[in-house]
Every structure is written in structure tokens, then in C-alpha cells.
């Protein structure tokens, strides 16, 4: 075991740090020395970039990716007795947005290649929400890993039962669908600036972008104490929830990068899979669909087989996770909301078989050949 392998991080944010320098602390400074450290010239400033990168007609920032979803929820007036279809295959955020508002999280399977929302699951899920006596009102959809959903065919289940249909982006903002950048895949895309996301600050943040004027002025209202006109005026109830000019700040600079960052993860991504291809299942960049890659997760054939190269990996000081060990479905605060009435089966056995590597911008090769050499390694088929 050498050295570059005790040091291997599994997200790099201090080359990252580095790389940018200067120019983060005078971003920094330049907030301290105007002072608006709320809704400040830098956070209008963000939501113009942003809208330019994702080509939305309005983004609308707020304080976390959470809170950018129960936003949206709160937006359309979703609520008890509501229904809101969610994978259970994901972060617990997507399902908490809709439970923290007194409506019904109702869990469908994913798909085993692109782990995504599957179409044929939703449908069972929204009948049986509807025989079950709830409203169902909207989907939302996870790109998990950075792999954005198949927005076409659920626009289409989304529309036939007038769905409201949700992109939760938390993990994949700069990915596309074909010529389309996420922000424009659904009417409401939320995402997160966690600073492991691949568009991270240096705390929390979140944005929802849509093309909708009215509602996009509604968000803002929201996440303002649901303020009309002037501050002490408040016409309806909303939260606190903006993002600080500081971060805004930050994520100006880290935007100037971004577009090269992806095309290093895009890059780092193809390797691994070409090399482990033959070894595992390997997420695979598509035609239709380029991945910002916040993950690289790999299918192991079951749970000992994932456990062997875990260990090995530790053991080689090459750090490893497991997103997610148990779905959400089978959570002790959310077993007890409705599944799709055929199971979820997909969920259960990824959450048995799936290993993310190491992944970030800064990955060189040579670290990349060690991960590669150790995760073959121990399938018995070192080169
Ligand atoms: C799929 C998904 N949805 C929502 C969130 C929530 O984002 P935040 O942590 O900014 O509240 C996350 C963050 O990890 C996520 O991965």
C-alpha cells in the first residue's frame, strides 16, 4: 500500500480549492465589503449565469435542495391527502419535501441499468394511490448519480393523469438530455449546491428553475415568509429559505469552471467503465443522456461479492460508499406510506449490490489505474 493510496479522496474539493485561488477570497471579500449578506447583488447574479447555463427561463435560488423541493410542492398547493409519486431508490429528501407538507410519499421502482424512475412502476403506483382514496398529484423524479430521468416518456404518464412532474437535480446539474440541459427537462427542476454536488458551495444552497414566470414569482415570494409587495407584507405562508450571498458568491466562481469539470468527470467516467466493464456493471454514457457524474456507481453481482471489494478497497486506502444501503421504503419513518403493489424489487437488490468509486475533477490517472487494478483485484482478475 502506498502512499497516493492512503491519500486518496473519494470527492476532492481541496484541488479544486486550490485551482481557484485568489479568486474565491476576493469573491469573498468583495461580499464583506458591501455588506447585503442577504438576497446581495451576487445571489440576482447567480440566477442570470445559471439561467444562462441550463437555458431556463427563470431559476430561483433558495437555501438547500430539500427545501428547493418542498418549495415547489408548496408552490402547487400539495398537501393532505395529496399523493406525490417518488423513486425509493434515493436520498430521503425527495420523500421528506412531500411527507414534511402532510401529503403521501407513494414509493415506485427504479431501473436497473440508469437506476431511474421506472415508467411501468409509476403507473401501478398512481393507480393504486388513487384506489387507495388520495389525489395523486405530482412525480418526482430523481436523475440519480447525475443520470437525468427519461423525461419523455414520464412527461407522457405525467400528462395522461395530470401529474405535476418534478425533476429532482440535486445531483445532476451540467447533465443533458440529448441537446437539453437539465433546468429545462421538466416544468420544475430543483438541485442542491451541497459541496459534494458537482456544482457545490461552501455550506448549503439549492435553486429550482422553471420556465413559468408566474410560479417562478411565487417561488421567490416563498422563500421569502411568502412576502408580497415589501418585505413586512406577507400574503401567504412560506419559509425562510434564500441563499446567502456568500455562497452565491462562491458559486460564481466555481460556475467559471464547471463546464471544464464535467467534461473531466465525463472523461474519468468512460475510463472506469472501460475498464470494468467486463468485470461488473458499469453506468454507460449514452447518446441521449450525458451524466455530470456526482457518482460513480457500479453493480456488483451480491452482497458478498460487494463486500469482498469494499474490503479490499479499505484495505488499499481506497474509500468506497454505498448510496443507498436501504431504500426508502424500508426506512423506519417511512415504511409505513404505500409501494407500488408489485413490489419494488429493483430497489431492494441495488441497495444489496451497488459500490461507488471515487469520483471528482481531479482524479489523475495513475490514482484511477490503482482503484482500477485494486476493484479487479479483488474479483481475482488483476492484469
Ligand atoms: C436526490 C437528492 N435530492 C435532494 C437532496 C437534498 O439536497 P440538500 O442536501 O441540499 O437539502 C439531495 C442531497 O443530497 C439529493 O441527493
Known sequence: MGDRAESIPFVDLASQ???????????????????????????AELEKALQTF??????VTCANGTDALTLVLMAENIGRGDAVIVPSFTFVATAEAVAQLGAVPVFADVNADTFNLEVASLQRAISSASKAGLNPRAVIAVDLFGHPADYNALSDVAGKHDLILVADAAQSLGGCSAKSKVGTLAPYTTTSFFPAKPLGCYGDGG??????????????????????SQKYDNVRIGLNSRLDTLQAAILLEKLGIFNDELEARDRIARRY????????????????????????????????????????CAESG????????????RQTGYSHYPVDPDGLPVSEQLSETVLSL??????????????????????????
Not at 414566470?213 to 412576502?227: I, N, P, T, V, Y
Request: proline share 6%; hydrophobic share 35%; charged share 25%.
Open 17 to 43: 480549492r486550490a485551482r481557484l485561488g485568489e479568486k474565491l477570497e476576493s469573491a469573498i471579500a468583495r461580499v464583506l465589503e458591501h455588506g447585503q449578506y442577504i438576497l446581495g447583488p451576487e445571489v
Open 318 to 329: 481506497i474509500p468506497t460508499a454505498i448510496y443507498y444501503p436501504v431504500p426508502l421504503h
Open 358 to 383: 471515487p469520483m471528482h475533477p481531479y482524479l489523475d490517472e495513475a490514482t484511477q489505474d490503482q482503484i482500477i487494478d485494486v476493484v479487479k483485484g479483488a474479483l481475482g482478475n488483476r492484469q
Open 273 to 312: 467503465s472501460n475498464a470494468l466493464r467486463d468485470n461488473m456493471h458499469v453506468p454507460e454514457s449514452t447518446k441521449a443522456y450525458t451524466s455530470s457524474w456526482a457518482q460513480y456507481t457500479v453493480r456488483l453481482a451480491d452482497s458478498p461479492q460487494r463486500d469482498t471489494v469494499r474490503k479490499h
Open 207 to 228: 435553486a429550482i428553475f422553471t420556465h413559468d414566470e408566474e410560479k417562478a414569482e411565487l417561488l421567490r415570494s416563498l422563500r421569502f415568509h411568502g412576502k408580497g
Open 54 to 59: 441550463t437555458g431556463a427561463r427563470h431559476c
